[in-house]
């Protein structure tokens, strides 16, 4: 088939190319703006110790305490992962989840251990105050259970955990980049309905 053959049929069909075109530019329009309404957030999990386990050994005792920090660490990132904590985090912090599944409950917090004392959360929230409230909630969840971890020991006080560096930030979406991504989509799409169509309506 000659490229003016594909040219007649894509002139042809025409009407499907443009109305695919709409259809993107439509969604990506009401993506964008449902995005701008929505806050990222983030904050870090300080992790510090209140008191060291005594060995008589220095170089054992500074090892011994780097590996419990790494398993701590690590032990505070499944807990910010799991959906029963994330429930009891939105709960805390006034917000709904009965709608949620077990999967987006899940990934309601994305915890990130960045060292042996250092943990990054981040999270999605509908407002500057909420992104504010969770963090609050979050926080006080793990120190809280840090707490009683440490009464559970057998050397008590080991870990304090606080938050820092909390940032709430609003989705600044620019439109004219995703309205223009969303025509050119459209376009590629409705040619390649244009030509499918044209394709079995001849078989």
């Known amino acids: 088939m000659e490229l003016k053959e594909y040219y007649k049929i894509w002139r042809e069909n025409i009407s499907v190319v443009i109305y695919a075109a709409l259809i993107a530019v439509v969604a990506a329009y009401i993506w964008s703006v449902r995005q701008s309404e929505t806050y990222s957030a983030s904050f870090i999990l300080n992790i510090s110790r209140l008191a060291s386990q005594n060995t008589g050994d220095y170089r054992y005792d500074q090892f011994y305490r780097f590996q ?3 398993k701590f660490a690590e032990t505070a ?3 910010l992962s799991a959906p029963g ?4 985090i939105l ?6 989840s009965e709608k949620k599944t077990i999967r987006q409950l899940g990934k309601s917090f994305q915890a990130e251990k960045l060292s042996s004392s250092l943990v990054e959360v981040r999270y999605s929230a509908r407002s500057k105050e ?4 969770l963090a609050a909630a979050a926080s006080s969840f793990v120190s809280d259970k840090t707490k009683k971890m440490n009464s559970e020991a057998k050397d008590p ?3 304090l955990v ?5 940032v709430v930030a609003r989705n600044i979406q620019d439109l004219r980049i995703n309205l223009g991504i969303a025509a050119l989509f459209g376009f590629f799409a409705g040619t390649l309905i244009a030509f499918g169509k044209h394709y ?3 078989e």
């Open 68 to 70: 419990a920090d790494e």
């Open 162 to 166: 606080d938050m820092t560096n909390l």
């Open 91 to 96: 709960a805390n912090a006034g917000v709904e």
């Open 200 to 202: 079995f309506s001849e």
């Open 130 to 133: 909420e992104g504010e409230k």
């Open 85 to 88: 904590v994330a429930k009891d």
């Open 77 to 79: 990132v499944e807990w």
């Open 157 to 159: 006080n080991w870990f």
